[in-house]
């Protein structure tokens, strides 16, 4: 039996607990997504458009090369913008103008928004799906570089934000011409139709009349989730020049941390996944880093079932490079709770999954029951053999299962794990399910029975029957359940203790079941936790001692607490008598707290509060 011994006493030990994510943001490389005379723009997936005479009509096209555009991480994103016109005139008297301009990512689940209002300017917007429905207001934007058209020999510029403040300056390379403003800035700092003062003098060096410009705007202004982002080009002498364009507005996107489900491997469209999915295929050696929502409750506490698909990988020796479609590595994580899964190719053998606490995957979670459920396998011949294997238990692959178009039925016959080897399962040559046709995706159910436990790693892997070989063996949809293992094992586990529960891992004078039982830190001396606190208080005319102690809410803790008393503590015995429970307040939280009354009759009285 394991006890808390602590003898009564009136302080207060408190305990701040703080929660911290860190997370990275990964800035890409610049990508050019556009349009606007007809010609394919660098990046863009459209082979172009003439624009000219559609008027009020809105175009949508894909942008593949975002290069880790998301809605998490950063990127810089070059955008060229549909003409449009001012001073008035509707968009609708000349040729060249436009009601809106859509660019969205087609791997990342982003979409830009541009919308003409009547000749005045564009707002940019961004939005979390393709029917711009679902507007995305937690981005920061910051302006980089601005490119104008004009149709005269002077040069002035217009934009302006909701606020924050707008610097353009420098030298920067045109589509054809180099143009420096000589030292000269344009300013903004206020959100109006005047945000450049006109400067009718400002002529810069390497500007020849009518075309297309780019001069570069400072790094240091941001724009936050609540501003909208306009822009305009305007006329220095106003004159009526009606196709006027704004180009080439190259921003930094950085959305601060959302939750966004991207799928893999065959490109479709995953069930939870915001994304329409990309193809990894030809990537090899690539990492990609997905994020979950749909996880049902997914989290490093609880249980979920999780269904991932993981990209193809081969086998037989062969390194990854020489094959398309492998990869070194897939990290799925849940957006609203913080549970990362890594899954690792070693070189055309298998992959590991592994679960963390961190982004960072460095504080990996081994307090975790992982229990087998289906595997989708893909075969390039008519036979069908799985390899799946793990540091330590058993299991078994048997029944039906769905395919994404076929029922494949195993007729009774299972394919068991034996041992932790190449061969784990028992290669059966004639195995050949009801419902195979040959290459193509299929799944089998798993038993529910399998566990793993907290020390193990999970491994699996597709493995070719006849060994002949299959250059894009592929696992996918591999169906677990997680389980959070609960109670004090878990908790030790959780701060990697190396001593028993009757063990002191920092040396504090606390075993670390006590420290569990109170809420302390294991690893940390001057964390001890809650202590109990002492009082006395009048009741009915007399003078009656309070003894509050603090108890784990969670009944799966697997804990008892009561009090014990003694009059002697050389010749006395402790009692569980002589006390009463006066009342439990129930928090809510991870803790409650239990109150408990005794007379003071005695002159001496001694009480200490055991935890088993």
């Known amino acids: 039996m394991k006890m808390i011994r602590k003898r009564a006493h009136c302080c207060i030990a408190s305990v701040t607990a703080m929660l911290c994510i860190f997370g990275s943001m990964v800035h890409a490389a610049p990508v050019n997504v556009w349009l606007d005379n007809g010609t394919k723009a660098p990046g863009s997936t459209s082979s172009g458009t003439a624009y000219n005479g559609l008027r009020d009509a809105t175009w949508d096209v894909t942008a593949t090369e975002e ?141 020849i009349g ?73 990537l090899r050696d690539g990492a990609w880093d997905v994020t979950a929502t749909q996880e049902n409750g997914l989290a490093d506490i609880g249980a979920a079932v999780m269904s991932v698909r993981l990209v193809s990988f081969i086998h037989n020796g062969n390194s990854r490079k020489s094959t398309n479609g492998g990869g070194n590595g897939l990290t799925v994580y849940s957006g609203s709770n913080n549970f990362w899964m890594d ?26 029951d992982i229990t087998f459920r289906s595997i989708m396998v893909r075969t390039a011949n008519a036979n069908l053999a799985v390899n799946a294997y793990a540091g330590s238990g058993a299991l078994a692959i048997s029944g039906d299962g769905t395919n994404d178009t076929d029922m494949v039925s195993l007729d009774g016959a299972d394919m068991d794990y034996s041992s932790d080897s190449a061969n784990s399962f028992a290669e059966e040559t004639d195995l050949v399910p009801i419902g195979f046709n040959g290459p193509d995706f299929y799944t089998v159910n798993g038993t529910h029975a399998i566990t793993f436990s907290e020390d193990d790693t999970f491994w699996v892997r597709r493995d070719n029957l006849n060994g002949a070989s299959d ?88 804990l008892t607490y009561y009090l014990e008393l003694n009059t002697d503590l050389v010749s006395g015995t402790w009692t569980n008598t002589g006390y009463i429970v006066a009342g439990t307040n129930l928090t809510g939280g991870t803790f409650d707290f239990v109150t408990n009354t005794t007379d003071m009759a005695s002159d001496v009285k001694f009480i200490r509060l055991v935890v088993e």
């Not at 899954?343 to 975790?368: C, H, P, R, W």
């Open 67 to 207: 290069n880790g555009l998301a809605d998490i991480g950063a990127a810089v994103m070059n955008v060229r913008l549909v003409s449009f016109i001012h001073n008035g005139n509707s968009r609708k008297s000349t040729d060249g103008g436009g009601n809106g301009l859509a660019v969205y990512s087609g791997s990342n689940n982003f979409w830009m928004d541009a919308l003409n209002h009547e000749g005045v300017a564009f707002q940019l917007k961004f939005y979390s799906d393709a029917a711009k429905t679902e507007e995305i207001t937690d981005l920061d934007i910051t302006f980089k570089s601005l490119m104008a058209r004009t149709a005269s020999s002077n040069l002035a510029v217009n934009v302006y934000a909701g606020s924050g403040e707008l610097a353009i300056s420098g030298d920067a390379t045109n589509d054809t011409d180099m143009v420096t403003l000589d030292g000269t800035d344009l300013g903004i700092t206020y959100d109006s139709t005047l945000a450049f003062a006109g400067e009718t003098d400002l002529i810069p060096s390497g500007f």
């Open 343 to 368: 899954a690792v190719n070693y070189e055309g053998a298998a992959f590991q999954l592994k679960f963390y606490s961190d982004l960072s995957k460095t504080q990996e979670i081994k307090g975790m």
């Open 471 to 558: 250059t894009a063996y592929q696992v996918a949809n591999l169906t677990f359940e997680l389980q959070k293992i609960g109670g004090y094992d878990g908790w030790a586990a959780g701060y990697g203790l190396q001593e028993p529960a009757t063990g002191d891992d920092d040396n504090d004078g606390l075993s670390n079941l006590q420290e569990y039982g109170l809420g302390g830190n294991p690893t940390n001396a001057l964390d001890q936790g809650i202590s109990p606190v002492c009082s006395v208080m009048e009741q009915s005319g007399s003078n009656v001692f309070h003894y509050v102690y603090p108890q784990l809410s969670d009944p799966s803790s697997g």
């Open 210 to 282: 009518t075309g297309f410009y780019t001069i570069s705007g400072t790094d240091a202004v941001t724009f936050g989730e609540e501003d909208t982002f306009w822009l305009r080009r305007y006329n220095l002498n106003s004159q009526a020049d009606t196709a006027y364009q704004v180009a080439n507005l190259a921003f930094d996107v950085v959305p601060k941390p959302a939750t966004v489900s991207v799928w893999l491997d065959d490109g479709t469209k995953a069930p939870g996944s915001t994304s329409a999915g990309t193809s990894y295929a030809n």
